[in-house]
């Protein structure tokens, strides 16, 4: 996401959509919003399980490949693992375009313990 930025539009809708059904963290650096992540949280159509999912994920780019992407993962998870309802997590780039790189985003998620399962392809339209 190094070439991405954040509104502060869009970061306010995600807020809102997420506040009831989901987790929200935030980032801090001396009382400032350096990163944040919106976990929604939901029933599957095909089973009961509780699955969760990212639905935004953002660092500013100034903390971008320091260890607040990692900490902010990490955090996700023991909340996740803290909430009996929730048996998934799981991570995507679907915010991504195909032209920049994923690799960094990978290696914090396998780094974090998560494994890469499936593929997702869209098309612009």
Known sequence: FAHMDMDH???????LQIRDNGILLGAFYKDALIGVMAIGVYQ???SRECMAFDEMFYVHP????SSVA???VLN???LCAADARIKRITFGNLGMKPEQDSEPWERVLVSCGFIR???IYSMEI
Do not use: D, E, H, Q
Request: charged residues 15%; aromatic residues 8%.
């Open 9 to 15: 539009s869009t970061l306010l809708n995600t807020v």
């Open 44 to 46: 599957s159509k095909f």
């Open 62 to 65: 100034t903390y971008r490949g």
């Open 70 to 72: 990692r900490k902010l």
């Open 76 to 78: 996700a998870v023991a």
């Open 117 to 119: 399962s499936g593929l």
